[in-house]
């Protein structure tokens, strides 16, 4: 147990479907993060959000929809994806400024057919 | 944005032997991670150590900030240890930049 909870942890979708990927912090961390790994490629961050205000979206296509309602929570809503977005996805949170260290869940192995 | 270089790509060590990895960075950080991704894709947080020296069992890191790099050292390795190891270096609050990884495979 990380601190940091993600579910599912795999999932397989139709491009034609809506999905949602959770992760739940118990940590009292107050900034949180989504991740995208794909097969022979590095991290690549997403999204980050500080005090439930997002704060940096790295060009992610309209088709990754977050939501931060809380410190503790962060989703990542999903539809009309591509087969390219198969990837491992990758939560994490911080104690924010200064970043004292990423703690990350275990992911969400997501296929898209 | 920050530059981060890993060395070697990959490592196939026998049990039992020891190994350094390097990380090295474009500019001044105020923060450095190293992490191993085990075969399920868990990222565990090894080091938090964006200067100075620490060790945890068989592991130990250190950071050198004023040249820009940091080691992980690797003693008595395991088949365990077997994994991507990657460091994550950064300024503020989500600006973290991660390496390419060592892959590292250790035989019985």
């Known amino acids: 147990e990380t601190g940091v909870t993600q579910t599912p942890r795999h999932l397989v979708m139709g491009m034609t479907n809506k999905k949602s990927l959770k992760c739940e912090q118990h940590?009292?961390?107050?900034?949180m993060y989504w991740y995208k790994q794909s097969a022979k490629k590095p991290l690549e961050l997403m999204f980050v959000?500080?005090?439930?205000?997002?704060?940096e979206n790295n060009s992610v296509p309209s088709r990754f929809s977050p939501e931060c309602p809380n410190s503790s929570h962060l989703f990542l809503h999903l539809h009309t994806l591509q087969p390219e977005d198969s990837a491992l996805y990758l939560c994490?949170?911080?104690?924010?400024?200064?970043?004292?260290?990423?703690?990350f869940g275990s992911g969400t192995r997501l296929t898209v057919v | 944005g920050i530059q981060v270089e890993q060395s070697p790509p990959d490592l196939i060590l026998q049990e039992g032997a020891n190994s350094t990895l390097r990380c090295n960075f474009s500019?001044?950080?105020?923060?450095l991670q190293w992490f191993h991704q085990n075969p399920w894709g868990q990222l565990i947080n090894l080091f938090y150590?964006?200067?100075g020296t620490k060790q945890n069992g068989r592991l130990s890191a250190t950071t050198v900030a004023t040249e820009r790099y940091s080691l992980l050292y690797i003693s008595s390795s395991q088949t365990t240890d077997s994994g991507v190891y990657f460091c994550?270096?950064?300024?503020?609050?989500?600006?973290?930049?991660f390496g390419d990884g060592t892959t590292l495979t250790v035989k019985p």
């Open positions: 150590i964006p200067s």
């Open positions: 500019d001044s950080v105020n923060n």
């Open positions: 994550a270096v950064g300024g503020a609050v989500g600006k973290s930049t």
């Open positions: 959000y500080n005090f439930k205000e997002q704060t």
């Open positions: 940590l009292g961390h107050n900034a």
């Open positions: 994490a949170s911080s104690q924010g400024s200064p970043n004292y260290g990423y703690t």
